[in-house]
């Protein structure tokens, strides 16, 4: 639950750092969401060096992580309703995250 955790914790920097310069960019924002932003991305870089197993293993699995979370921005932030194939593909990519993570060692 730990490692699942931390996943969440690194999607939700990544998003926010990502999303922040889409509003400045195409929403007319202001550019001071720029700095929050490059902290949001740096905080992201620092929460994958916390996990425990070798870098491309952890870049695989928290890809299935991040797309379960960006659908529950979808819903969260951008209010869009996630349809019955957005729940599927979550599902079949925290399978695939599964079967990376929690192979046998």
Known sequence: ????ALYVATALA??????????????GKPAWLLLPAALSLAAFAWLLT???????????AYG????????????A????RPTYWDVAGVLVALAGMSIIMFQPR
């Open 1 to 4: 639950m730990k490692t699942f």
């Open 14 to 27: 990544e998003i926010i750092g990502c999303y922040l310069p889409y509003l400045w960019l195409k929403g």
């Open 50 to 60: 916390l996990h425990e197993t070798a870098a491309g293993r952890v870049y695989a």
């Open 64 to 75: 299935g992580v991040y797309i379960g979370v960006a659908i529950a921005w979808l819903w």
């Open 77 to 80: 932030v951008d209010g869009v």
